[in-house]
C-alpha cells in the first residue's frame, strides 16, 4: 500500500471504533470531551485528538490508530492494515454529552476567564455541592477560596485551579452533579492547597480528592494538598519535580486505590528515588479519598488513632 493510502485509511477510521470493535467501552463519568475513557476489564485506553490519537494510563503506549490495533492484537504493521481498512464506514458509539461546547471561552485567556468567574458564598449551588454532595468543611472551601483556588461554575459545579510554580492559573478541573471536564484551552500542571512552604507533598488524581484528604488529615500545616487532574503532562511532571528539591521533601503518593492509582504511584516513587527524597504510598479505604470523607461523614466522622481513616494503608519508603 501507497504511503498517501495508509495515511488516507488513518483519516477514515476514528480509534473509537477499534476499541467497540474489541469490546471496549465508553466510561462517560470519566471522560472529557478531549479526552474519552473506554474500558474493557482491568484494560484502559483514552482516546484524544479528536479520535485521531490514544495512550494507555498504566503504561507508556500511545499513538495512532495502527499503534493501537499492534497494542491490542500484538500483530505486524500489515495485520493492522487489514484491521483497519475492515473497519472503514463503521460509526462507533458517540458519547452523550450533558452540555454543549462553549467553543467561544477558548477565544478568552484562560486567566482572564477566571477572574471573571464569581467565587463560590455559602448557599450557592456549588458551596452546597461541595458541602452537602462531596462533604467537605465550610472551612475548607473558605481556605480554598481565600487562596483562589475555587470558583462557581455552570449549573452548580465547581472550577479548582491549576497554577504553575509562579502561582499563575493555567486551567482547572471542573466538577459537577453531571459534569466533568477541564478548561477549554487549558493547561494541567498542579491543583495545590495549602502552604506554600510545605515540605510534605500529598499527590492525589483529583482537586476534591486532594480537598478531601486535607480535611480527612486535620489540614496539616506541614502539608501541600495536590492534583493531578487525572492526567501527567510534561508541566505536571515538571512541577513535582521542582517541588521535591526542596529541603526536607517528602513526596507522598495519595493517588487512588485502584490500578490507575498504583502506575501513578509507582512513578512518584521513582520521582522521590531521583531526589533522594522521603516516600509513603498512602491508599484510601475505598477508591477515591472523597468517598472515604463521605464515609466518614456518613459515620458521623469518628476517627481511629490519628487523623487518617482506620483502614487507610501505608508503605513507607525512607
Not at 512552604?197 to 495536590?226: G, H, P, Q, Y
Not at 528539591?245 to 509507582?266: I, M, P
Given at each position: 500500500m501507497e504511503r498517501n493510502d495508509v495515511e488516507e485509511l488513518k483519516e477514515r477510521v476514528l480509534c473509537a471504533a477499534v476499541l467497540e470493535k474489541a469490546g471496549f467501552a465508553i466510561d462517560l463519568k470519566e471522560s472529557t470531551r478531549r479526552a474519552v475513557k473506554y474500558r474493557r476489564g482491568d484494560d484502559i485506553i483514552i482516546v484524544i485528538h479528536d479520535g485521531k490519537g490514544w495512550f494507555d494510563p498504566l503504561s507508556d503506549a500511545k499513538g495512532d490508530i495502527y499503534a493501537l490495533v499492534a497494542?491490542?492484537?500484538?500483530?505486524?504493521?500489515?495485520?493492522?492494515?487489514?484491521?483497519?481498512?475492515?473497519?472503514?464506514?463503521?460509526?462507533?458509539?458517540?458519547?452523550?454529552?450533558?452540555?454543549t461546547a462553549r467553543k467561544q471561552e477558548a477565544d478568552v485567556a484562560v486567566g482572564e476567564r477566571w477572574r471573571r468567574r464569581r467565587k463560590p458564598w455559602p448557599g450557592s449551588l456549588t458551596w452546597r455541592y461541595l458541602g452537602e454532595e462531596r462533604a467537605l468543611s465550610d472551612a475548607t472551601i473558605r481556605a480554598a477560596i481565600r487562596h483562589d483556588r475555587?470558583?462557581?461554575?455552570?449549573?452548580?459545579?465547581?472550577?479548582?485551579?491549576?497554577?504553575?510554580?509562579?502561582?499563575?492559573v493555567t486551567g482547572w478541573e471542573e466538577r459537577g452533579p453531571e459534569w466533568r471536564g477541564f478548561a477549554t484551552g487549558g493547561a494541567k500542571v498542579l491543583f495545590r492547597f495549602g502552604p506554600?512552604?510545605?515540605?510534605?507533598?500529598?499527590?492525589?488524581?483529583?482537586?476534591?480528592?486532594?480537598?478531601?484528604?486535607?480535611?480527612?488529615?486535620?489540614?496539616?500545616?506541614?502539608?501541600?494538598?495536590?492534583?493531578?487532574?487525572?492526567?501527567?503532562?510534561?508541566?505536571?511532571?515538571?512541577?513535582?519535580?521542582a517541588l521535591?528539591?526542596?529541603?526536607?521533601?517528602?513526596?507522598?503518593?495519595?493517588?487512588?486505590?485502584?490500578?490507575?492509582?498504583?502506575?501513578?504511584?509507582?512513578?512518584?516513587r521513582a520521582i522521590a528515588n531521583e531526589a533522594s527524597c522521603r516516600f509513603e504510598r498512602l491508599r484510601p479505604t475505598a477508591e477515591d479519598w472523597n468517598a472515604d470523607l463521605r464515609m466518614m461523614k456518613k459515620k458521623g466522622g469518628e476517627k481511629e488513632g490519628d487523623t487518617l481513616l482506620p483502614h487507610a494503608r501505608r508503605s513507607r519508603q525512607g
Open positions: 497494542h491490542l492484537d500484538r500483530v505486524g504493521f500489515p495485520e493492522c492494515l487489514e484491521h483497519v481498512a475492515n473497519l472503514v464506514g463503521f460509526v462507533p458509539t458517540e458519547p452523550l454529552w450533558t452540555r475555587l470558583c462557581e461554575g455552570p449549573h452548580g459545579s465547581m472550577w479548582a485551579a491549576h497554577t504553575d510554580d509562579a502561582g499563575l506554600v512552604d510545605a515540605f510534605r507533598f500529598c499527590l492525589t488524581e483529583a482537586a476534591i480528592d486532594a480537598m478531601s484528604l486535607a480535611v480527612i488529615e486535620d489540614m496539616r500545616s506541614d502539608s501541600l494538598f495536590l492534583s493531578t487532574g487525572g492526567g501527567w503532562s510534561p508541566s505536571t511532571d515538571a512541577a513535582i519535580r521535591v528539591t526542596r529541603d526536607n521533601a517528602f513526596l507522598v503518593a495519595a493517588t487512588d486505590n485502584n490500578g490507575q492509582g498504583d502506575v501513578y504511584a509507582e512513578r512518584l
